[in-house]
């Protein structure tokens, strides 16, 4: 079945902190994975993408891994601001047909706190 | 400019009535969505346009119809609405229906909060 799992839920940490969040997927064949940004009350907002043969990739602060072996990502938050204070959405991509499989995660509540 | 943008933002209606979300997109992207984002936040595909054409329809009563008058328009019209229907519905546009690829990046609109009561 292609799930897609979110750790931890939530999570609280201090401005200028960092953080790391954790999606884990059993989704086949995997085509490739993006980190989004849901701001409260608005839509998501892609941060990054990558594909089977990428392992990093960077967006300013935010810095996504994957490890395609193991079939997880993190994404790393640096120097956090207020404004990081987000849902952070993990989705895969599936299939090679000609319409694919678009799989979300439950997402990641951060709050950033002075 | 808004790329994708949806009306209204906010919709609060009895249970029984019947109500339309309207999307537009000026990307010029060939694909549009409909997305429900329940009480627990999950995404859920709903239905899927590709130039007009309808390629993806998920299991959604069929009180919900979906209609694109041309490929920068998306509407939703839900008959017989009921509590259950309470949720954010977005809209969102790719550049074509391939996912796979690096054009299958979605761009949300700002969301509809539907209220039943």
């Known amino acids: 079945k292609n799930q897609v799992e979110q750790s931890p839920q939530s999570l609280i940490i201090l401005e200028g902190k960092n953080c790391t969040l954790q999606?884990?997927?059993?989704?086949?064949?995997?085509?490739?994975l993006r980190w989004y940004k849901q701001d409260t009350g608005r839509g998501p907002v892609s941060l990054t993408i990558?594909?089977?043969?990428?392992n990093t990739k960077s967006n300013g602060r935010y810095t996504a891994t994957l490890d395609a072996d193991t079939k997880q990502s993190s994404l790393h938050i640096t120097a956090s601001q207020l404004s990081d204070s987000a849902s952070y959405i993990c989705?895969?991509?599936?299939?090679?047909?000609?319409?694919?499989?678009?799989?979300f995660g439950p997402g990641t509540s951060l709050s950033v706190i002075p | 400019d808004t790329a994708v943008s949806q009306t209204p933002k906010y919709l609060v209606t009895q249970m029984g009535n019947d109500k339309s979300i309207k999307c537009e997109q000026n990307?010029?992207?060939?694909?549009m969505y409909w997305y429900k984002q329940d009480s627990k936040k999950f995404l859920k595909i709903m239905f899927s346009?590709?130039?007009?054409?309808?390629?993806i329809n998920e299991t959604v009563p069929n009180r919900f119809s979906p209609k694109s008058p041309d490929k920068a328009h998306l509407n939703l019209h839900i008959n017989s609405l009921e509590l259950g229907d309470s949720a954010v519905y977005f809209c969102?546009?790719?550049?074509?229906?391939?996912?796979?690829?690096?054009?299958?990046?979605?761009?949300f609109g700002e969301g509809s909060r539907l209220t039943v009561l």
């Open positions: 990307l010029g992207h060939d694909t």
């Open positions: 999606c884990n997927y059993t989704v086949s064949p995997f085509s490739n």
């Open positions: 969102a546009s790719s550049r074509g229906p391939r996912t796979t690829s690096r054009s299958g990046e979605l761009f």
């Open positions: 989705v895969v991509s599936a299939g090679k047909t000609s319409y694919d499989k678009v799989i």
């Open positions: 346009y590709n130039n007009k054409e309808l390629i």
């Open positions: 990558m594909t089977f043969s990428e």
